[in-house]
């Protein structure tokens, strides 16, 4: 990345504006995403390793769009095992589908509903064999307690799992399977269809869902199976916890606190390199490049960069401590590597241009956190405000909420006491935007703004994004110039 306007202070994101280039890339769908970190990722994007976001179905959609997901560090063992495993068990290319059997009644089918986008239930009978679906409006006007039997429709469209393949097939192949699944259900009048192998529900594929498979390449391992990460904290026994995700079949490990460039973080990433764990790890978090450097020397792959600018973070407004984001990661990147490492963002980005800046400066990854919470599949319920709006609760991972979560096995006394020092908001309402209600939605959104901005810059990959980006500073009023305007002036 080169300066129109060389910065005498550090930046944000807000701070800066890309200009564009001379460029031989003719579609944005010619630009590769694919991350250069050892990760595998197909797109550049983690999901945050937050109580309010990551969980097994945002890991699991992640995943099968080419990102990842990091599962938090407060998880019980028993449980990450679990949802590993959940994860691992799941299909590639075809969504994992809300299940009920047709003794169980509306109120039930009411209730999942809304854990997916697409807003529908299949309706099994005892074999797993599809008997038909159930979606919002076959319930309305419907005793909450009748049996789905009597409301059900029966499904025009079941397609077949052999026609789809598993995500291992030639693109192209797979690309002509997922058109003739589409025109299927174009001709058939509907935007959803149950997916049977050998007579057994196997998965269900949506409209949306056909197009994305064709746009997007699943994060798989060497067994083809789904890709999720997981976070460990540097207090306790770190080399036990990391050998256990290992075993679980973790595909990327995230040594994480607020503060990377301590010593306990030097102790933790020589437990877990003692293990030669064979996956990528991750360490942070800092905002310098000697910081950067000295975590990579130590054996880290990935830094992870950011104090203070998450969405729920009060650390800057507590302690003074952190640093302008876009600053931060240019720097980081540069010495991370010089040190032979990459870096992921982590935090501060609130729209596709951002995301954008982050990797012309120099990361491989961009984590996002609170954007993500209020989606269908980040963990916590759907709740209405007052206005009928549905949102999400999101807090930070340093609020004394997390603290209290985190420390549930302590005694009251000691529990209630680490509450005292918090450093994150214990409660917000993320609210579900009503046309981007999935995180699949937001990735088509910044996918589709970071493909833009790297053909307007001329870079058909993220490595060319880097040499080629040219920035400049702007003002306030420059960044207000770039906003649409919602209502004539």
Same mark, same amino acid.
């Given at each position: 990345?080169?300066?129109? %306007?060389?910065?005498?202070?550090?930046?944000?994101?807000?701070?800066?504006?890309?200009?564009?280039?001379?460029?031989? =890339?003719?579609?944005?769908?010619?630009?590769?995403?694919?991350?250069?970190?050892?990760?595998?990722?197909?797109?550049?994007?983690?999901?945050? %390793?937050?109580?309010?976001?990551?969980?097994?179905?945002?890991?699991?959609?992640?995943?099968?769009?080419?990102?990842?997901?990091?599962?938090?560090? /407060?998880?019980?063992?028993?449980?990450?095992? /679990? =949802?590993?495993?959940?994860?691992?068990?799941?299909?590639?290319?075809?969504?994992?589908? =809300?299940?009920?059997?047709?003794?169980?009644?509306?109120?039930?089918?009411?209730?999942?509903?809304?854990?997916?986008?697409?807003?529908?239930?299949? &309706?099994?009978?005892?074999?797993?064999?599809?008997?038909?679906?159930?979606?919002?409006?076959?319930? #309305?006007?419907?005793?909450?307690?009748?049996?789905?039997?009597?409301?059900?429709?029966?499904?025009?469209?079941?397609?077949?799992?052999?026609?789809?393949?598993?995500?291992?097939?030639?693109?192209?192949?797979?690309?002509?399977?997922?058109?003739?699944?589409? #025109? !299927?259900?174009?001709?058939?009048?509907?935007?959803?269809?149950?997916?049977?192998?050998?007579?057994?529900?196997?998965?269900?594929?949506?409209?949306?869902?056909?197009?994305?498979?064709?746009?997007?390449?699943?994060?798989?391992?060497?067994?083809?199976?789904?890709?999720?990460?997981?976070? &460990?904290?540097? %207090?306790?026994?770190?080399?036990?916890?990391? !050998? #256990?995700?290992?075993?679980?079949?973790?595909?990327?490990?995230?040594?994480?606190?607020?503060?990377?460039?301590?010593?306990?973080?030097?102790?933790?990433?020589?437990?877990?390199?003692?293990?030669?764990?064979?996956?990528?790890?991750?360490?942070?978090?800092?905002?310098?490049?000697?910081?950067?450097?000295?975590?990579?020397?130590?054996?880290?792959?990935? &830094?992870?960069?950011?104090?203070?600018?998450?969405?729920?973070?009060?650390?800057?407004?507590?302690?003074?401590?952190?640093?302008?984001?876009?600053?931060?990661?240019?720097?980081?990147?540069?010495?991370?590597?010089?040190?032979?490492?990459?870096?992921?963002?982590?935090?501060? =980005?609130?729209?596709?241009?951002?995301?954008?800046?982050?990797?012309?400066?120099?990361?491989?990854?961009?984590?996002?956190?609170?954007?993500?919470?209020?989606?269908?599949?980040?963990?916590?319920?759907?709740?209405?405000?007052?206005?009928?709006?549905?949102?999400?609760?999101?807090?930070?991972?340093?609020?004394?909420?997390?603290?209290? %979560?985190?420390?549930?096995?302590?005694?009251?006394? #000691?529990?209630?006491?680490?509450?005292?020092?918090?450093?994150?908001?214990?409660?917000?309402?993320?609210?579900?935007? !009503?046309?981007?209600?999935?995180?699949?939605?937001?990735?088509?959104?910044?996918?589709?703004?970071?493909?833009?901005?790297?053909?307007?810059?001329?870079?058909?990959?993220?490595?060319?994004?880097?040499?080629?980006?040219?920035?400049?500073?702007?003002?306030?009023?420059?960044?207000?110039?770039?906003?649409?305007?919602?209502?004539?002036?």
């Amino acid at each position: 990345m080169r300066f129109l %306007n060389e910065p005498t202070t550090d930046l944000t994101y807000s701070d800066l504006f890309l200009v564009p280039s001379r460029s031989d =890339v003719t579609s944005r769908l010619d630009v590769d995403l694919t991350a250069d970190d050892g990760t595998g990722s197909a797109i550049p994007l983690v999901a945050a %390793n937050m109580t309010a976001v990551t969980g097994k179905r945002m890991a699991e959609t992640m995943a099968r769009r080419g990102g990842l997901g990091v599962l938090p560090q /407060d998880v019980p063992l028993d449980v990450i095992r /679990d =949802v590993t495993a959940w994860i691992k068990g799941r299909h590639p290319v075809l969504e994992t589908p =809300v299940t009920l059997a047709p003794t169980d009644t509306v109120i039930d089918a009411l209730h999942l509903m809304g854990k997916r986008p697409h807003g529908a239930v299949v &309706v099994v009978d005892e074999s797993g064999a599809v008997t038909g679906v159930v979606r919002a409006a076959d319930c #309305e006007g419907q005793d909450r307690f009748a049996s789905l039997a009597s409301v059900v429709r029966h499904q025009p469209l079941v397609l077949d799992a052999a026609q789809l393949g598993n995500g291992s097939a030639a693109a192209a192949d797979a690309a002509q399977a997922l058109r003739r699944a589409f #025109e !299927a259900m174009d001709a058939a009048g509907t935007d959803y269809a149950p997916v049977q192998q050998d007579g057994v529900l196997a998965g269900v594929l949506t409209r949306k869902g056909a197009l994305r498979s064709t746009l997007y390449r699943p994060s798989l391992d060497k067994d083809g199976r789904l890709k999720v990460a997981a976070a &460990v904290g540097i %207090n306790g026994d770190v080399a036990g916890r990391a !050998a #256990e995700l290992l075993a679980a079949g973790v595909n990327v490990l995230v040594l994480d606190t607020a503060h990377g460039h301590q010593q306990k973080m030097f102790d933790a990433l020589a437990a877990v390199k003692g293990l030669n764990p064979g996956v990528p790890v991750v360490a942070g978090n800092v905002v310098t490049g000697g910081a950067t450097r000295e975590l990579i020397e130590a054996g880290a792959d990935i &830094v992870k960069v950011g104090v203070g600018p998450g969405a729920m973070c009060t650390t800057r407004m507590m302690t003074a401590v952190g640093r302008p984001q876009f600053s931060a990661v240019l720097e980081c990147s540069a010495a991370a590597r010089e040190a032979g490492g990459r870096v992921w963002a982590d935090g501060g =980005v609130r729209y596709p241009r951002d995301v954008a800046l982050a990797l012309a400066a120099g990361a491989s990854q961009v984590m996002i956190g609170s954007w993500f919470a209020g989606t269908h599949e980040s963990p916590g319920d759907l709740q209405l405000d007052a206005a009928g709006r549905q949102y999400k609760e999101s807090f930070g991972m340093a609020s004394a909420r997390a603290v209290q %979560n985190r420390n549930q096995r302590e005694g009251a006394f #000691e529990k209630d006491r680490k509450a005292l020092f918090e450093e994150g908001i214990s409660t917000s309402r993320m609210y579900v935007d !009503a046309a981007r209600p999935g995180v699949e939605d937001l990735l088509d959104m910044i996918t589709a703004g970071l493909r833009s901005s790297m053909s307007y810059a001329g870079a058909a990959d993220l490595a060319a994004f880097r040499e080629r980006a040219v920035a400049g500073i702007q003002s306030a009023a420059g960044y207000e110039e770039g906003r649409p305007v919602p209502q004539s002036w």
